[in-house]
Protein backbone atom coordinates (compact mmCIF):
# COMPACT_ATOMS: atom_id res chain seq x y z
CA UNK A 1 0.00 0.00 0.00
CA UNK A 2 1.46 3.71 -0.62
CA UNK A 3 2.33 4.76 2.65
CA UNK A 4 0.78 8.70 3.19
CA UNK A 5 3.25 11.55 3.42
CA UNK A 6 3.14 13.10 6.75
CA UNK A 7 4.45 16.40 5.26
CA UNK A 8 1.99 16.76 2.70
CA UNK A 9 0.44 20.00 4.23
CA UNK A 10 4.18 21.05 4.81
CA UNK A 11 5.20 20.55 1.83
CA UNK A 12 2.00 22.36 0.09
CA UNK A 13 3.00 25.49 2.07
CA UNK A 14 6.31 25.72 1.86
CA UNK A 15 5.86 25.53 -2.23
CA UNK A 16 3.13 28.37 -1.87
CA UNK A 17 5.18 30.58 0.46
CA UNK A 18 7.94 29.90 -2.60
CA UNK A 19 6.15 31.31 -5.39
CA UNK A 20 4.62 34.04 -2.91
CA UNK A 21 7.83 35.49 -2.92
CA UNK A 22 8.79 34.52 -6.46
CA UNK A 23 11.03 32.41 -5.75
CA UNK A 24 13.75 34.51 -3.65
CA UNK A 25 13.22 33.21 -0.60
CA UNK A 26 16.05 30.37 0.46
CA UNK A 27 15.05 27.93 3.37
CA UNK A 28 16.07 30.25 6.41
CA UNK A 29 13.21 33.38 5.18
CA UNK A 30 10.87 30.14 4.35
CA UNK A 31 11.22 29.31 7.96
CA UNK A 32 10.74 32.56 9.46
CA UNK A 33 7.66 33.20 7.52
CA UNK A 34 6.01 29.84 8.32
CA UNK A 35 6.81 30.44 11.82
CA UNK A 36 5.29 34.13 11.73
CA UNK A 37 2.00 32.18 10.35
CA UNK A 38 2.73 29.78 14.38
CA UNK A 39 3.67 27.15 12.29
CA UNK A 40 6.86 25.27 14.05
CA UNK A 41 9.54 23.70 12.06
CA UNK A 42 13.26 22.95 12.39
CA UNK A 43 14.95 25.04 9.68
CA UNK A 44 16.71 22.05 8.43
CA UNK A 45 13.93 20.22 7.73
CA UNK A 46 12.66 23.09 5.30
CA UNK A 47 15.82 22.68 3.87
CA UNK A 48 14.79 19.30 3.20
CA UNK A 49 11.98 19.25 1.78
CA UNK A 50 12.79 22.33 -0.98
CA UNK A 51 15.73 20.27 -2.21
CA UNK A 52 13.20 17.52 -2.45
CA UNK A 53 10.78 19.54 -4.33
CA UNK A 54 13.61 21.21 -6.29
CA UNK A 55 12.63 24.73 -4.87
CA UNK A 56 16.19 26.27 -5.27
CA UNK A 57 16.72 30.43 -4.67
CA UNK A 58 18.28 31.73 -7.83
CA UNK A 59 20.57 34.30 -7.12
CA UNK A 60 22.25 36.10 -10.41
CA UNK A 61 26.06 37.59 -10.15
CA UNK A 62 25.51 39.44 -13.02
CA UNK A 63 27.18 43.36 -12.38
CA UNK A 64 25.69 45.72 -14.18
CA UNK A 65 27.72 49.22 -14.65
CA UNK A 66 27.44 51.97 -11.71
CA UNK A 67 25.70 55.08 -12.10
CA UNK A 68 28.59 57.60 -11.58
CA UNK A 69 27.77 61.27 -11.05
CA UNK A 70 30.73 62.40 -9.47
CA UNK A 71 32.24 65.62 -11.18
CA UNK A 72 34.65 66.47 -9.46
CA UNK A 73 33.81 69.52 -6.91
CA UNK A 74 31.29 71.60 -8.25
CA UNK A 75 29.77 72.93 -4.59
CA UNK A 76 29.99 71.23 -0.90
CA UNK A 77 31.93 68.78 -0.08
CA UNK A 78 30.53 67.42 3.33
CA UNK A 79 32.47 65.28 5.96
CA UNK A 80 31.35 61.75 6.73
CA UNK A 81 29.22 61.97 9.70
CA UNK A 82 28.11 58.67 9.32
CA UNK A 83 31.49 56.92 8.96
CA UNK A 84 29.82 53.18 8.31
CA UNK A 85 28.38 53.68 11.78
CA UNK A 86 24.98 52.76 9.53
CA UNK A 87 23.11 50.87 12.45
CA UNK A 88 20.80 53.30 14.78
CA UNK A 89 17.84 52.31 17.35
CA UNK A 90 16.27 55.62 16.34
CA UNK A 91 13.90 55.71 13.55
CA UNK A 92 14.25 58.51 10.92
CA UNK A 93 17.83 59.35 12.57
CA UNK A 94 20.13 58.11 9.65
CA UNK A 95 18.89 58.38 6.12
CA UNK A 96 21.48 57.52 3.29
CA UNK A 97 20.53 58.03 -0.50
CA UNK A 98 22.05 57.37 -3.86
CA UNK A 99 20.98 57.10 -7.74
CA UNK A 100 21.85 53.48 -9.78
CA UNK A 101 20.56 52.76 -13.40
CA UNK A 102 18.90 50.22 -15.36
CA UNK A 103 18.69 49.67 -19.20
CA UNK A 104 15.18 49.10 -20.94
CA UNK A 105 14.69 47.46 -23.95
CA UNK A 106 13.65 50.66 -26.11
CA UNK A 107 17.29 52.03 -25.58
CA UNK A 108 16.44 54.27 -22.96
CA UNK A 109 17.82 54.21 -19.25
CA UNK A 110 15.82 54.44 -16.21
CA UNK A 111 17.72 56.19 -13.14
CA UNK A 112 16.50 55.48 -9.55
CA UNK A 113 17.24 57.40 -6.63
CA UNK A 114 16.01 55.85 -3.58
CA UNK A 115 15.93 57.67 0.19
CA UNK A 116 16.39 54.96 3.25
CA UNK A 117 16.02 55.04 6.73
CA UNK A 118 19.08 53.17 8.60
CA UNK A 119 16.86 52.35 11.01
CA UNK A 120 14.69 49.58 9.48
CA UNK A 121 16.16 49.79 5.68
CA UNK A 122 12.53 51.27 4.80
CA UNK A 123 12.72 53.25 1.39
CA UNK A 124 10.77 55.96 2.28
CA UNK A 125 10.97 57.85 -0.81
CA UNK A 126 12.59 57.52 -4.00
CA UNK A 127 12.46 58.98 -7.84
CA UNK A 128 12.79 57.76 -11.27
CA UNK A 129 13.23 59.58 -14.66
CA UNK A 130 15.14 58.82 -17.59
CA UNK A 131 17.71 61.24 -16.69
CA UNK A 132 19.74 62.00 -13.90
CA UNK A 133 18.69 65.24 -13.36
CA UNK A 134 18.92 67.16 -10.05
CA UNK A 135 14.86 66.75 -9.90
CA UNK A 136 15.57 63.43 -9.44
CA UNK A 137 17.38 63.82 -6.42
CA UNK A 138 15.30 66.53 -4.62
CA UNK A 139 12.06 65.38 -5.35
CA UNK A 140 12.36 62.52 -2.96
CA UNK A 141 14.24 64.43 -0.88
CA UNK A 142 11.01 66.92 -0.31
CA UNK A 143 9.29 63.56 0.70
CA UNK A 144 11.34 62.55 2.67
CA UNK A 145 11.94 65.63 4.85
CA UNK A 146 8.22 65.43 5.37
CA UNK A 147 8.24 62.05 7.00
CA UNK A 148 11.16 62.62 9.07
CA UNK A 149 9.75 66.13 9.99
CA UNK A 150 8.40 65.28 13.83
CA UNK A 151 11.55 63.14 14.55
CA UNK A 152 12.46 63.50 17.95
CA UNK A 153 16.40 63.49 16.99
CA UNK A 154 17.82 65.61 14.27
CA UNK A 155 18.05 63.46 11.32
CA UNK A 156 21.52 63.06 9.06
CA UNK A 157 21.21 62.12 5.48
CA UNK A 158 24.28 60.68 3.79
CA UNK A 159 25.35 60.62 0.05
CA UNK A 160 28.15 60.52 -2.36
CA UNK A 161 29.63 62.98 -3.48
CA UNK A 162 27.43 63.41 -6.46
CA UNK A 163 26.83 66.46 -8.24
CA UNK A 164 23.45 66.23 -7.29
CA UNK A 165 24.56 66.07 -3.54
CA UNK A 166 26.62 69.10 -3.69
CA UNK A 167 24.27 71.66 -5.65
CA UNK A 168 23.48 74.64 -3.81
CA UNK A 169 19.90 73.78 -3.60
CA UNK A 170 20.45 70.15 -2.44
CA UNK A 171 22.33 71.57 0.61
CA UNK A 172 19.95 74.79 1.15
CA UNK A 173 17.82 72.20 1.68
CA UNK A 174 18.84 70.11 4.24
CA UNK A 175 19.95 73.76 6.23
CA UNK A 176 16.46 74.50 5.55
CA UNK A 177 14.88 72.06 7.75
CA UNK A 178 17.70 71.37 10.16
CA UNK A 179 19.44 68.40 8.49
CA UNK A 180 22.90 67.70 8.83
CA UNK A 181 24.68 66.29 5.67
CA UNK A 182 27.23 63.83 5.14
CA UNK A 183 29.01 62.28 2.23
CA UNK A 184 31.00 58.63 1.65
CA UNK A 185 34.65 59.59 0.85
CA UNK A 186 35.69 59.98 -3.17
CA UNK A 187 35.50 56.40 -5.04
CA UNK A 188 34.50 54.75 -1.78
CA UNK A 189 31.16 52.47 -2.40
CA UNK A 190 31.91 50.95 1.29
CA UNK A 191 30.87 54.18 2.96
CA UNK A 192 27.53 53.65 1.61
CA UNK A 193 27.12 49.59 1.99
CA UNK A 194 23.66 49.72 2.87
CA UNK A 195 22.40 51.28 -0.31
CA UNK A 196 24.61 49.36 -2.32
CA UNK A 197 23.43 46.43 -0.70
CA UNK A 198 19.54 47.34 -1.60
CA UNK A 199 20.34 48.36 -4.89
CA UNK A 200 21.66 44.61 -5.33
CA UNK A 201 19.03 42.69 -3.73
CA UNK A 202 16.63 44.94 -6.12
CA UNK A 203 18.51 43.78 -9.19
CA UNK A 204 18.98 40.22 -8.48
CA UNK A 205 15.24 39.57 -7.22
CA UNK A 206 13.62 41.89 -10.34
CA UNK A 207 15.94 42.15 -13.40
CA UNK A 208 18.63 40.18 -13.77
CA UNK A 209 17.69 37.19 -15.61
CA UNK A 210 14.42 39.10 -16.97
CA UNK A 211 14.05 40.14 -20.56
CA UNK A 212 14.55 43.53 -21.00
CA UNK A 213 11.63 45.85 -20.96
CA UNK A 214 9.87 49.12 -21.85
CA UNK A 215 10.86 52.48 -19.55
CA UNK A 216 7.28 52.10 -18.09
CA UNK A 217 7.13 48.55 -17.84
CA UNK A 218 10.35 48.77 -15.89
CA UNK A 219 9.01 51.16 -13.74
CA UNK A 220 6.00 49.93 -12.78
CA UNK A 221 8.15 46.09 -12.23
CA UNK A 222 10.34 48.79 -9.52
CA UNK A 223 7.30 50.49 -7.62
CA UNK A 224 5.56 47.09 -6.89
CA UNK A 225 8.62 45.35 -5.57
CA UNK A 226 9.86 48.67 -3.44
CA UNK A 227 6.36 48.42 -1.80
CA UNK A 228 7.15 44.68 -1.77
CA UNK A 229 10.10 44.87 -0.25
CA UNK A 230 8.98 47.60 2.49
CA UNK A 231 5.59 45.52 3.44
CA UNK A 232 6.38 41.75 2.66
CA UNK A 233 10.18 40.98 2.62
CA UNK A 234 11.53 39.82 6.11
CA UNK A 235 14.37 40.32 7.14
CA UNK A 236 16.59 38.38 9.45
CA UNK A 237 18.30 41.20 11.73
CA UNK A 238 14.71 42.66 11.75
CA UNK A 239 13.73 39.60 13.90
CA UNK A 240 11.76 38.63 10.61
CA UNK A 241 9.40 41.10 9.94
CA UNK A 242 9.61 43.52 7.07
CA UNK A 243 10.75 46.60 7.49
CA UNK A 244 6.94 48.13 7.93
CA UNK A 245 6.46 46.01 10.48
CA UNK A 246 9.78 46.53 12.34
CA UNK A 247 8.39 49.80 12.55
CA UNK A 248 5.46 49.50 13.52
CA UNK A 249 6.60 46.84 16.12
CA UNK A 250 8.87 49.14 17.60
CA UNK A 251 6.43 52.19 17.43
CA UNK A 252 3.82 49.78 19.68
CA UNK A 253 6.66 48.89 21.86
CA UNK A 254 7.83 52.64 22.86
CA UNK A 255 4.17 53.79 23.24
Known amino acids: ?70 KGTVGTIAKNRINRRFHTSVCHQKLTTDITEFKCSDGIKLYLNPIMDLFNGEILSYGISMRPTLELALKPLEEALEIVKESKYRTTVHSDQGWHYQHKKWVKKLKENKVFQSMSRKGNCLDNSPMESFFGILKQEMYYGEPKCSFEDLKKKIEEHIFYYNNKRIKKKLAGMSPVQYRIHTNQLAA
Do not use: A, W
Not at 5 to 12: A, I, R, V, W, Y
Not at 41 to 60: A, D, P, S
Open 1 to 70: MKKENPDQKLEECIQSKFEEHGGNYGYRRICLELKQGGLKVNHKKVQRIMTKLGLKCEKFSRKSRKYNSY
